[in-house]
């Protein structure tokens, strides 16, 4: 997953980036790259913090997601009516 995640930053231009898969209720894969803080060249680590409304959008949408009101495959606009 490491090559994955470098190889994605790199195809998106990502400044930084952390993955964590969990299953079962247990993290079974991590991955930290790049920077979570530009301006100060503060790494990516387990311990970065990240503004909490990010944490708690992405939990939003995968919740919609999973309760089947939300298809990641659908333009995004077609939720957001900017059309």
């Given at each position: ?6 190889s994605w930053?790199q ?73």
């Amino acid at each position: 997953m490491k090559a994955n995640l470098a190889s994605w930053a790199q195809d998106y231009e990502l400044v930084g980036a952390s993955v964590v898969l969990i299953a079962k209720g247990e993290a079974v894969v991590e991955g930290y790259l790049g920077y979570a803080r530009v301006e100060d060249s503060f790494k990516t680590t387990q311990n970065s913090t990240t503004p909490i409304s990010k944490n708690l959008s992405t939990l939003a949408v995968l919740k919609l997601v999973e309760a089947g009101e939300v298809d990641l495959n659908v333009d995004i606009n077609t939720y957001l009516g900017w059309n």
